[in-house]
């Protein structure tokens, strides 16, 4: 079955660095474009970025644009997201999620559980 | 940006009642390029609606969406116990793509 695993999550200092990653499996993973979206926990839903299926293109949120970058390894089936400069509005649960196969159509027709990322000094 | 508004902001209903939840975009979703996602506590969103009617892989018939331009609506014919939850609209037709901020069905 399909299965999104996030990782790497945890509490860093306003300005510092992470890197999540997200181990995919039970599908064509070369195929298949994916993205980040977070949650603050309790609240609403915000897209974060893309990554095509064989990485030729990404996109990003206003927000994050500059600071984070989304790349991945079809070889092994992982995503990551790299987040520098993180502020405290950064912090969230961060999911990632799939799109269609071989498509950029930006709706998620599976989810990860997330992992949870806190900035805090 | 397209901004999406959901309504009522909880709804309270039993079992084998009716649900009707609303979207209103900000600016028209051209291409009915709208999905609905359902959440429950501790779980991943789950895809139940893409292109404002079409239900995914293996949600029940109960679902339905329909809609077009700014107005939205998810139905859920008959409610079941396992229903209850927070309901998010998305639109994908422009970016940046953007969610509401979410309808909670509760018992």
């Known amino acids: 079955q399909v299965q999104l695993v996030e990782s790497g999550g945890g509490v860093v200092q306003p300005g510092g660095s992470l890197r999540l990653s997200c181990e995919a499996s039970g599908f064509n993973f070369k195929n298949f474009g994916i993205h980040w979206v977070r949650q603050i926990p309790g609240k609403g839903l915000e897209w974060v970025a893309f990554i095509r299926f064989d990485g030729s293109h990404t996109d990003y949120a206003e927000s994050v644009k500059g600071r984070f970058t989304i790349s991945r390894d079809n070889s092994k089936n992982i995503l990551y997201l790299h987040m520098s400069s993180l502020r405290d509005a950064d912090t969230a649960v961060y999911h990632c999620?799939?799109?269609?196969?071989?498509?950029?159509?930006?709706?998620?027709?599976?989810w990860g559980q997330g992992t949870l990322v806190s900035v805090s000094s | 940006e397209i901004v999406l508004s959901q309504s009522p902001g909880t709804l309270s209903l039993s079992p084998g009642e009716r649900a009707t939840l609303s979207c209103r975009a900000s600016?028209?979703?051209?291409?009915?390029?709208l999905a609905w996602y359902q959440q429950k506590p501790g779980q991943a969103p789950r895809l139940l609606i893409h292109?404002?009617?079409t239900r995914a892989t293996g949600i029940p018939d109960r679902f339905s969406g329909s809609g077009s331009g700014t107005h939205f609506t998810l139905s859920i014919s008959r409610l079941e116990p396992e229903d209850f939850a927070v309901y998010y609209c998305?639109?994908?037709?422009?970016?940046?793509?953007?969610f509401g901020q979410g309808t909670r069905l509760e018992i």
């Open positions: 600016q028209s979703v051209t291409g009915r390029y």
């Open positions: 292109g404002a009617s």
């Open positions: 998305q639109q994908y037709n422009t970016s940046p793509i953007t």
């Open positions: 999620a799939k799109d269609q196969e071989r498509l950029d159509e930006y709706y998620f027709d599976f």
